[in-house]
């Protein structure tokens, strides 16, 4: 076990440009801050933000559900989820299958607090791709869907 240790190279030897999460967490950290003065002036933060863009593709999800796509840890969410409940940009109920499960669902204020965000976000994923061809455009996209698939704990 020792020797397969030793064998794996240090972070020094690999560099932060050559090692994907450093890169992956400072693309999306400039991508988050691209747009947060967007979502401050409309009083939306980003998991409020990401809530909202779930919701617009995906009817109803459960809270844990929508925890997973939004990728915010559950108790965060809750509490912008009772944020958005009261600025209407969101409704609940209860699951029919099991009265202690929730889903949530975007309404209408919800869905156009998102469309006026939208803009902002596509210019901003349209800068990270600013010169890079198409082909390794949907290429990349591929790759991160494999990697996606090769990491997660949720079938969703």
Do not use: C
């Amino acid at each position: 076990m020792t020797d397969q240790l030793s064998r794996v190279p240090k972070l020094g030897e690999v560099g932060l440009t050559n090692f994907a999460p450093y890169l992956m967490n400072r693309i999306m950290g400039r991508y988050n801050a691209s747009f947060r003065d967007e979502m401050a002036e409309m009083g939306l933060t980003t998991p409020k933000a990401r809530a909202l863009a779930v919701l617009t593709v995906v009817d109803g999800p459960l809270i844990r559900e929508l925890s997973v796509f939004t990728v915010v840890e559950q108790s965060t969410l809750s509490r912008a989820l009772d944020q958005m409940n009261t600025e209407g940009l969101i409704r609940r109920e209860t699951d029919a299958s099991d009265s202690r499960a929730v889903r949530v669902f975007i309404t209408e204020a919800g869905r156009s607090a998102f469309e006026e965000l939208w803009p902002h976000m596509a210019q901003a994923q349209a800068r990270m791709f600013r010169g890079i061809p198409e082909d390794e455009r949907r290429a990349f996209v591929a790759t991160l869907q494999k990697m996606l698939v090769n990491i997660r704990k949720h079938e969703i």
